[in-house]
C-alpha cells in the first residue's frame, strides 16, 4: 500500500489560487491511478479529479472543470491540484487517494489508500 500526505491547503480569497501537492511513500505512484476528493462540512464527500496511471489522462467533476487541474510527477512520487478561480462553495478539507485501476474514477471504492486532507478555506 502506499502512504499519501497532503500539503498546499490554506486561507484564499474568492477568485484566488491554490496549488495542493499529494507525497507517496511506500511504493511508487506511478503503479497508481490517483484521485483528488473533498468533504465540506454536513457533506458528503465528493469527487474532484483524476488521473491515470501511465497516459496521464484527467477527469474532472463538472463543478470544477475549467478551474482545477490535476496533474502528476512519477519522478518526484507527486499529485498535484492546481485550483483557480476558487470560489466558496470550494472550502472543503482535500483528500488525495491511489487506486490500483486502470482509468480515473470517481468512484472512492476503487482507491485503496487515502492521505489525511488538508483544509481549504474561501473567503469572500
Known amino acids: 500500500q502506499v502512504q499519501l500526505v497532503e500539503s498546499g491547503g490554506g486561507l484564499v480569497q474568492a477568485g484566488g489560487s491554490l496549488r495542493l501537492s499529494c507525497a507517496a511513500s511506500?511504493?511508487?505512484?506511478?503503479?497508481?491511478?490517483m484521485g483528488w476528493f473533498r468533504q465540506a462540512p454536513g457533506k458528503e464527500r465528493e469527487f474532484v479529479a483524476a488521473?491515470?496511471?501511465?497516459?496521464?489522462?484527467?477527469y474532472y467533476s463538472d463543478s470544477v472543470k475549467g478551474r482545477f487541474t490535476i496533474s502528476r510527477d512519477d519522478a518526484k512520487n507527486t499529485v498535484y491540484l492546481q485550483m483557480n478561480s476558487l470560489e466558496l462553495e470550494d472550502t472543503a478539507v482535500y483528500y488525495c487517494?491511489?487506486?490500483?485501476?486502470?482509468?480515473?474514477?470517481?468512484?472512492?471504492?476503487?482507491?485503496?489508500?487515502w492521505g489525511q486532507g488538508t483544509q481549504v478555506t474561501v473567503s469572500s
Open positions: 487517494a491511489a487506486g490500483r485501476y486502470d482509468g480515473a474514477s470517481s468512484n472512492p471504492r476503487l482507491y485503496d489508500s
Open positions: 511506500g511504493r511508487t505512484a506511478s503503479s497508481y491511478a
Open positions: 488521473i491515470t496511471r501511465i497516459l496521464f489522462d484527467t
